[in-house]
């Protein structure tokens, strides 16, 4: 009687860290990013570059921050020299995500069905040159640090409570409840969808993660799917002369 016990409090627990640590990471993030919006115009490149990479620099401090606090340390960081393993999963999983925007993209333009634009669209504006400086951005921050807060914090506080497989997807439910806010739509199926393709990217880059115990082949996926997205965006808007199209909206930074 005393193991299951034991077991529901250590999920309790566990469920308690994960959430405390993402707002958390909210909160750290909107701190340390706001002055930046006192002195400069998120709508120009300055601004833009610098609200974009102090609101990661502040997750990524609300991370090392919980580590430090409970004892784990920067101990608990999966990082290590890549292994050809790694290199493998990180090449499928860059894959998988990009057939996963493609087809999901196909599918929206095919059944003429709504999706809700990522708000990074909206403060790019007329400026497609933003597109391009947001690609080393996403690079050096925006894939690196949501890997080591929702997978090597989130994901892995929560293997010893849940097993891997359920904090996969307990995981990913947290990191796609995280995105809601820049995905509001005034239709709510539009919201859905965008949301659903959130959710299945996460589970992607948490199966890589859970594979290879490394925070490199999940970063390079993650990675590859947003440029590959902002790129293929940037193609389309400067060269083709186009709307921004439905799959847009599927841009999951």
């Not at 701190?31 to 833009?48: E, K, Q, S």
């Not at 921050?141 to 849940?162: G, I, T």
Request: hydrophobic letters at 55%; one cysteine or more.
């Amino acid at each position: 009687m005393g193991t299951p016990s034991y077991r529901r409090d250590s999920s309790t627990r566990a469920l308690f860290e994960v959430i405390t640590v993402t707002i958390g990471a909210i909160v750290a993030a909107t701190i340390v990013a706001t002055p930046m919006l006192l002195v400069a115009d998120p709508t120009t490149r300055g601004g833009f570059v610098g609200l974009f990479v102090l609101n990661f620099v502040g997750m990524a401090l609300a991370g090392w921050a919980y580590l430090v606090y409970t004892g784990r340390g920067l101990e608990f960081v999966d990082i290590r020299w890549p292994t050809r393993q790694d290199l493998g999963y990180a090449v499928g999983g860059s894959l998988a995500g990009i057939g996963l925007i493609v087809g999901f993209g196909v599918l929206l333009w095919a059944l003429e069905l709504p999706a809700a634009s990522n708000e990074v669209i909206v403060l790019i504006g007329d400026d497609t040159s933003l597109l391009l400086a947001l690609i080393p951005l996403i690079v050096l921050f925006n894939a690196p640090v949501e890997e080591f807060v929702f997978r090597n914090v989130v994901q892995k506080r929560l293997y010893a409570a849940y097993g891997r497989t359920t904090a996969i997807v307990v995981a990913s439910v947290i990191f796609t409840l995280v995105h809601t806010p820049v995905f509001a739509h005034p239709e709510p199926f539009a919201t859905v969808l965008s949301l659903l393709v959130i959710f299945l990217g996460s589970c992607l880059f948490g199966y890589v993660y859970a594979k290879t115990d490394s925070l490199f082949a999940p970063t390079v996926a993650h990675a590859a799917v947003n440029v590959f997205q902002v790129a293929g965006l940037y193609v389309y808007l400067e060269f083709m002369n186009g709307e921004v199209p439905a799959a847009s909206a599927l841009l999951g930074l």
